[in-house]
């Protein structure tokens, strides 16, 4: 299997060339081209076997809630030639690879997750009451196994190592390792304020490992531009 | 981002969509062309199709003008030496005066190919300019390509597409990839990596 990130990364997409019995799996309707080879299957998948620890419809209503699709797409070889897919987020931004070895964890933040080699397993994570008040989504997705992983960002993505804590402005997380925890704090102003608003809250992570930011936030320009177009 | 900057010589000509000019020397005069004709603008207007409406910019004395796609994205230049090419129809930006265009209608398929309803074909000699919402893709399509709607932005005639869904009911209910165009015969296929559909859907939620 070869991935390939494509050298533009302001719309970055993933170009996966796939050999016979080779598999890979995304969100759903991240394809945008694939040989005539290519197959495509989708399911939350509720089968069992490997794939059962992303599986069954309460695993694809926590997805929802972690902001990505409900369904996943599965991509297989149909005959014996090597085949070739294209998947772009839907936004813009760049594309990174995280690389999973078995060991250590990934959170993703909602939306982020593009997608993934067939043996990394997806699950959720609920943030608790922080979770209303990070500006992130509710829940998490929780990377574990061993392959490789693709997060998509609004902006560029940049990587942070942490030794002891780093604080990142809510919006701007796209994914962190397991050994950082996150509380949720306010920068300044009053707690009062803050909370009505949800700015002035940050994030800050303890422990050691990576964070991956992006270096715009969605969220204000979409609220602010949601509202000038005309309604449904 | 991709944009153009024509630098032109006295008497030369330079044809863009209509509303693409960005700047203008003085010395550069514009005037709007209706592709094929009023009637047949009007016609295709009827029809639910393009009227393509095109600037032809004439120099008078050396001078330049800024061409700009709607979107941001890559521009393509492509050399024609009497071969064609067909075009998407948002995706035509500008060309040089020896190139014909015509529009053709893409059939009933292209209802429902997110690309709309026309294609548009520039043969001839010269260069024809299109443009892209995102990363252009370049493909050398061998026997068979399947593309997402809305992903395509231009194609040699040697490919033709219908349109289907991705394998069976569920797989085109479910996958989110809804239609998809399934093309076949052996050339180039440019692409978009990613779509004004897209990210309507995206902003979507966020909408009263």
Request: hydrophobic residues 40%; neutral net charge; charged residues 20%.
């Amino acid at each position: 299997m070869n991935i390939t990130i494509s050298a533009d990364n302001t719309f970055a997409s993933v170009h996966v060339e796939l050999q016979p019995g080779e598999t890979f799996q995304s969100e759903s309707s991240a394809m945008y081209f694939a040989t005539s080879n290519v197959n495509i299957d989708v399911s939350t998948y509720s089968k069992s076997g490997k794939q059962g620890k992303s599986g069954g419809i309460m695993k694809g209503v926590k997805r929802l809630f972690a902001g990505e699709s409900f369904f996943l797409s599965k991509y297989s070889i149909l005959d014996d030639q090597p085949g070739m897919l294209g998947i772009a987020p839907e936004y813009q931004g760049a594309i990174e690879k995280i690389e999973l070895d078995g060991q250590t964890e990934w959170y993703c933040t909602g939306g982020s997750f593009l997608a993934a080699t067939s043996d990394v397993a997806l699950d959720t994570r609920f943030q608790g009451i922080k979770g209303f008040f990070t500006g992130e989504s509710i829940s998490f997705l929780k990377l574990g196994g061993h392959g490789t992983v693709l997060i998509e960002a609004y902006g560029q993505i940049e990587r942070h190592e942490v030794q002891d804590e780093f604080i990142v402005d809510t919006g701007h997380v796209v994914a962190y390792s397991e050994g950082l925890e996150y509380s949720a704090t306010k920068v300044a102003g009053g707690w009062f304020k803050s909370w009505l608003a949800g700015e002035g809250i940050v994030l800050r992570f303890r422990g050691t490992g990576y964070v991956y930011t992006q270096s715009h936030n969605y969220v204000g320009f979409l609220r602010t531009l949601g509202p000038m177009l005309p309604s449904r | 981002m991709g944009h153009l900057v024509v630098q032109l010589a006295p008497g030369e000509k330079f044809y863009s969509e209509g509303g693409a000019m960005s700047f203008l020397d003085p010395s550069v005069e514009i005037q709007p062309r209706l592709l094929g004709g009023f009637l047949k603008g009007i016609g295709r207007k009827l029809f639910g199709g393009e009227s393509l409406f095109l600037s032809e910019y004439t120099a008078t004395r050396a001078g330049k003008v800024g061409i700009a796609p709607g979107h941001l994205g890559a521009v393509e230049e492509c050399d024609l030496k009497g071969n064609t090419i067909m075009l998407t129809s948002g995706s035509y930006l500008a060309h040089t005066k020896a190139v014909n265009l015509s529009v053709r209608f893409g059939g009933l398929r292209s209802f429902f190919s997110g690309e709309g309803v026309c294609l548009i074909e520039c043969s001839g000699v010269g260069k024809v300019f299109f443009n892209t919402y995102g990363a252009m893709v370049c493909r050398e399509v061998r026997g068979a390509l399947t593309v997402d709607t809305g992903h395509v932005v231009a194609f040699e005639p040697t490919l033709d597409y219908t349109i289907g869904g991705m394998g069976g009911i569920k797989q085109t209910l479910f996958s989110g990839e809804g239609l998809v165009m399934k093309f076949r015969g052996n050339g180039k296929i440019w692409l978009q990596s990613r779509t004004v559909g897209a990210l309507a859907g995206w902003l979507r939620p966020y909408c009263r």
